[in-house]
């Protein structure tokens, strides 16, 4: 059976093993070296998921009025864009 993958996305590899269950015999074909006991495959491929990341928030803004009820502002910039 193949190993788990190394790695759960983005990339990784599983390798499976093979063991010499009998060696061969009289005329038989001999079993392969060492080297060709085991394989490796690439495994989860896709992308890792990325999360929005945002800047800190900015300085509130002046108030929209000198007296009464006014509002205030404040603004911050999407650094990274989320990727599923």
Known sequence: PWES???????????????IVRKAEGAGEPCPLPAGLSESRPCNQDPCPV?????????????????????????????VEAAA
Do not use: F, I, N
Request: with cysteine; charged share 25%; glycine share 14%.
């Open 5 to 19: 993958c190394s790695a759960s996305c983005g990339g990784g590899s599983q390798k499976r093993h093979k063991e």
């Open 51 to 79: 999360d929005c990341q945002m800047s800190p928030w900015e300085p509130w803004g002046e108030c929209s009025v000198s007296c009464g009820e006014g509002t205030q502002e404040r603004s911050r910039k999407v650094l």
